[in-house]
Each structure stands twice: as structure tokens, then as C-alpha cells.
């Protein structure tokens, strides 16, 4: 069974930065996709952004410019680099992983106060 960890969330500003955590019990390498997902209250589960195997990134249209994922292989981690953050960006982030079937996180919780 596969366990991911998220980390880093928290309550910040209008305008500041987060930076979030996945770490995988096995190697990240091994998955197919690497995403992140954001479920804002009162609403759907909604990709934010998501890593392919070989590299390709893609982002929500809403976070394109302020938010960066990237890998640690050697630590099998992922990680959300969140800047200029707004209030709409609020709600648990979800981290996931595919090979076969999806995994997921727990979850963290950013708070964007204005």
C-alpha cells in the first residue's frame, strides 16, 4: 500500500507563499502522474497541477504563473511552490499518485486571508 504525506499548509496573506510537501513511501519514479489537487469549501476536487512521467507539467489555468511543482527523486517527494497567493487559492490540498490505480494523501490545509 502506498502512503503519501502532505505538508506545509497553513494561514498566510494575500500575496505570500506556501510551499507544500508530498512524500511518497516508494519511489516517485514509479508512478505514472504526480498531481495536485485543491477541494475549496463547498466545492468539487479540482486539479491544480499534475507531473507526467518523462516530465511534462501541466497547470490549472488558475494557478499558471504563481504556482511551480517539482520532484525530489532522491527523496521521493513532491513539492508545490505557491507564490502571490490569493483567497481563492483556500481549501485542503490533496496530493496523488498513479500506477495502476490512484493514491492520496490526507490532505493540508491553506488558508488565504485577504
Known amino acids: 500500500q502506498v502512503q503519501l504525506v502532505e505538508s506545509g499548509g497553513g494561514l498566510v496573506q494575500a500575496g505570500g507563499s506556501l510551499r507544500l510537501s508530498c512524500a511518497a513511501s516508494?519511489?516517485?519514479?514509479?508512478?505514472?502522474?504526480l498531481g495536485w489537487y485543491r477541494q475549496s469549501p463547498g466545492k468539487q476536487r479540482d486539479l491544480v497541477a499534475d507531473?507526467?512521467?518523462?516530465?511534462?507539467?501541466h497547470y490549472a489555468d488558475s494557478v499558471k504563473g504563481r504556482f511551480t511543482v517539482s520532484t525530489d527523486n532522491a527523496k521521493n517527494t513532491m513539492y508545490l511552490q505557491m507564490n502571490s497567493l490569493k483567497p481563492d487559492d483556500t481549501g485542503v490540498y490533496y496530493c496523488?499518485?498513479?500506477?495502476?490505480?490512484?493514491?492520496w494523501g490526507q490532505g493540508t490545509q491553506v488558508t488565504v486571508s485577504s
Open positions: 516508494r519511489s516517485i519514479s514509479s508512478f505514472n502522474i
Open positions: 507531473v507526467i512521467s518523462g516530465g511534462t507539467i
Open positions: 496523488s499518485a498513479f500506477y495502476l490505480e490512484t493514491f
